[in-house]
């Protein structure tokens, strides 16, 4: 089971930044297609950005694109998600994913609130 650890969540001001990070200790990192995932309370989990194994390649959600950007550094095992102009609509609690074939990694998520 590959270990995820997100982290840069907290409460935040419309119009404000934040950046998430997600650090994958310890293993084949760059052999994994990272996504960043978020669940607002009361609604289904969904996809917000996704990035290829080499980082050429990205896909967002259009509720984000234009505002969000995911990036990745193979060297430090870590995915980031930039998220600018933040808006209430994306407090949610934010999730990393690694995805090999078939199999799936989650972190334990990071809290983002988007609120005056």
């Known amino acids: 089971q590959v270990q995820l650890v997100e982290s840069g969540g907290g409460l935040v001001q419309p119009g404000g930044s934040l950046r998430l990070s997600c650090a994958a200790p310890?293993?084949?990192?760059?052999?994994?297609?990272m996504s960043w995932y978020r669940q607002a309370p009361g609604k289904e989990r969904e996809l917000v950005a996704g990035?290829?194994?080499?980082?050429?390649?990205?896909s967002y959600a259009d509720s984000v694109k234009g505002r969000f950007t995911i990036s990745r550094d193979n060297a430090k095992n870590t995915v980031y998600l930039q998220m600018n102009n933040l808006k209430p609509e994306d407090t949610a609690v934010y999730y990393c994913?690694?995805?090999?074939?078939?199999?799936?990694?989650w972190g334990q998520g990071t809290q983002v609130t988007v609120s005056s």
């Open positions: 990035i290829s194994i080499d980082g050429r390649y990205t």
């Open positions: 994913k690694a995805t090999r074939g078939f199999v799936a990694s």
């Open positions: 310890g293993f084949t990192f760059s052999s994994y297609a």
